[in-house]
């Protein structure tokens, strides 16, 4: 049965493990100069392995969304923890660049086992349609908090230990979800019921235009998102010389470049936060379609703007303030109209697989803003097919027909 409250302990449960789950995903990046320092990695070859991770994650995604509808959604979170486990405590034995990157796939389906797809798949279910934008909006947020606090945990276990042991740590963090499971009992169809309708749900939405637009529409939102958090510290700093002209880094009160940059990641994860709750807010008294068209539609005129003007403390700032609050405001919106449109049973199948699209756009993203640095020595061009590819997704959610399709005729 639904409930009522918008606390229920589905949502606090869900939430617990979206923070653990996302603290330890975003924190890979303070990896990066540890380990290839090292071994001599070349910093491609740990990009290229969070790019793996990242595709991997949208690979798993659908398949997770799979096994929690027809074996359950607790066993699923916890087989998805446990693979997140296998994963980290085999990357810490890793000694060559293509192991690594293999042992990834492991940390990436991890990831999908306790995200996006099957914990907001259980908040909707559980949740009643007054609450439902909010509470999937209080679930990515937690997410997003996780963004927040992950990398500082991740820094200071570097300064009292290996690597290698900040990633037993984590490994043994991400189990802890496993003791929010007996409080997340969300509603579900019989077996019976999802052996019958599952095939024929998934052959209407892939014949439905609009199911096609939002798995194009949520592509951009991956490249953005991974290519700006990938790239844009060292973004910032290869625009040392102009950020510094003039005594600006000193008069804002920053000591440095890379200062500045790590300051960028941490001002878009708190952003993030309030923007993903005011799009749940937003989202249960509008259009989803023309919010999420609205939402793209802001990034790609921040985006256009912050390269054409010259970079300072200031800007980068209100960049990041800006495009934070813009952030996962798109999950929210894209997992409740998927759930509006297709219904609750299989939201986790269907988000699962419009989430595949936002994962291939975020392994562009990372290999993309590096190997165009690599050609043209500037972010610059890699930047302009961020800001294109928004505006695409702006248009595209504007034919969307939202209306439920048990409701439209024949």
């Known amino acids: 049965m639904k409930q009522n409250a918008l606390l229920t302990p589905v ?120 609450h439902r934008s909010m509470a999937l909006a209080i679930a990515a947020a937690a997410g997003s908090g996780g963004q927040v606090v992950g990398p500082p945990v ?14 037993m740590v984590f490994a043994g963090t991400i189990l802890l979800a496993l003791f929010m499971l007996p409080m997340m009992k969300a509603p579900t169809a019989s077996r019976a019921d999802l052996e019958e309708s599952l095939s024929a749900i998934l052959a209407k939405a892939f014949r439905d235009p609009s199911y096609t637009l939002i798995f194009l529409g949520f592509f951009s939102c991956g490249y953005q998102l991974s290519f700006v958090t990938a790239h844009f510290p060292a973004f910032v700093t290869e625009a040392s010389s102009s950020i510094a002209e003039g005594g ?24 993030n936060i309030f923007g993903t709750l005011m799009a749940g807010y937003l989202g249960k008294r509008y259009s989803k379609k023309y919010l999420l068209a609205a939402v793209y539609t802001g990034r790609t005129v921040i985006a256009a703007v912050f390269i054409l003007l010259p970079m300072t403390p200031l800007t980068v700032i209100l960049f990041s303030i800006a495009m934070g609050s813009l952030w996962l405001a798109t999950v929210p919106l894209t997992s409740g109209l998927v759930a509006h449109i297709y219904g609750l049973r299989y939201m986790g199948t269907l988000y699962g697989i419009v989430f ?26 890699v930047w302009w097919v961020g800001v294109g590819v928004g505006a695409f997704s702006a248009i595209v959610h504007l034919p969307i027909n939202e209306r439920p399709l048990a409701t439209r005729s024949a």
């Open 11 to 130: 949502l606090i449960g869900g939430c617990v493990v979206m923070l653990i789950s996302f603290a330890i995903r975003a924190s890979f990046g303070v990896f990066q100069i540890p380990i290839a320092d090292e071994f001599g990695w070349l910093r491609t070859d740990f990009s290229m392995a969070i790019a793996i991770q990242n595709l991997a994650w949208g690979i798993g995604q659908p398949i997770f969304g799979a096994i929690a509808e027809k074996i359950g959604d607790r066993k699923a979170i916890a087989i998805g923890a446990v693979t997140y486990a296998a994963g980290l405590v085999m990357s810490s034995y890793a000694v060559t660049p293509g192991g690594h990157q293999m042992l990834e796939v492991l940390v990436g389906f991890g990831i999908a086992g306790t995200g996006f797809g099957v914990v907001l798949a259980m908040v909707g279910r559980a949740t009643s349609d007054e």
């Open 154 to 167: 991740a820094e200071f276990l570097l300064g009292v230990m290996p690597w290698q042991g900040v990633f």
């Open 248 to 271: 600006w880094l000193y008069s804002a009160g920053v000591r440095s470049t890379s200062a500045l940059g790590a300051m960028a990641i941490s001002l878009i994860g708190i952003a």
């Open 356 to 381: 595949f699209s936002h994962q291939l756009g975020s392994f562009l993203g990372v290999w993309l803003g590096g190997r165009m640095y690599d050609i043209y020595g500037s972010y610059d061009a």
